[in-house]
């Protein structure tokens, strides 16, 4: 169990770029979630995936943003035309089994927009 | 929908003191309770969850959370606090009978714990 891992830890980007994040659950987990976290807040939920199915997505995933799970693997989050509203910690948690298991959180990516 | 209230933003103890960190939830259905914690610039770590059966429950490092259906709390306990112990403590909740897999988290309450 090397626990879930997020690629880049930091980004810092220019608005109105494009930017990509990466999250390995850990291996034998089929499902993956994705939160954003903003400073003095609590992880706010913004899709989940069970294996490469996209089951759910929140209303805060505007169409700037994208995920894939291809394989039912790892995960990429895309954001499009980046604002100075998506600076944030986003994390990436994973769990496994039925669905009574606590879901095991990677360390994020913190984007920061210039 | 489902909700959760940390009224504390900040909780300070001394070290040896028992501690207590605050929470309530609301939602429509039975609930399914956790609580995590987050030191600077990591993720969240699990330290115990709350399915059904018996409303005390223990977890990791000592901490311990006390399940209150009638006050739709579920608050977060330690004996005998560390310094190692100060973080940030969020709670969170998931409405079993929603059909939805998502937690919603509180907004945290920092820890601090004075040697």
């Known amino acids: 169990d090397t626990g879930v891992s997020q690629d880049p830890r930091h980004k810092i980007t220019k608005r109105g770029q494009n930017v990509t994040f990466r999250c390995d659950p850990i291996?034998?987990?089929?499902?993956l979630y994705w939160y954003r976290q903003t400073l003095g807040q609590g992880p706010e939920f913004l899709t989940y995936?069970?294996?490469?199915?996209?089951?759910?997505k929140s209303r805060l995933l505007s169409d700037r943003f994208s995920a894939e799970r291809p394989k039912g693997s790892f995960s990429t989050l895309e954001i499009q035309r980046t604002e100075q509203g998506d600076s944030a910690m986003y994390l990436c948690?994973?769990?496994?089994?039925?669905?009574?298991?606590?879901?095991?959180f990677g360390d994020g990516t913190r984007l920061s927009i210039l | 929908a489902q909700s959760v209230a940390q009224p504390e933003d900040q909780v300070n103890v001394a070290e040896g003191n028992p501690l207590t960190v605050k929470c309530t939830y609301s939602?429509?259905?039975?609930?399914?309770l956790f609580w995590y914690v987050q030191y600077p610039n990591r993720g969240l770590q699990f330290l115990l969850k709350?399915?059904?059966?018996?409303?005390l429950v223990k977890g990791s490092y000592g901490f311990e959370a006390e399940f209150n259906k009638s006050q739709t709390s579920f608050h977060l306990k330690k004996p005998s606090a560390l310094v190692s112990d100060s973080a940030l403590y969020f709670c969170?909740?998931?409405?079993?009978?929603?059909?939805?897999?998502?937690?919603?988290f509180g907004k945290g309450t920092m820890l601090l714990v004075s040697p």
């Open positions: 969170a909740v998931r409405d079993m009978n929603s059909g939805y897999s998502t937690l919603t």
């Open positions: 291996s034998e987990h089929n499902r």
């Open positions: 709350y399915i059904t059966g018996d409303n």
């Open positions: 939602v429509s259905g039975n609930p399914y």
């Open positions: 995936f069970q294996n490469e199915a996209q089951l759910e």
């Open positions: 948690a994973s769990s496994g089994g039925g669905d009574f298991q606590p879901q095991h």
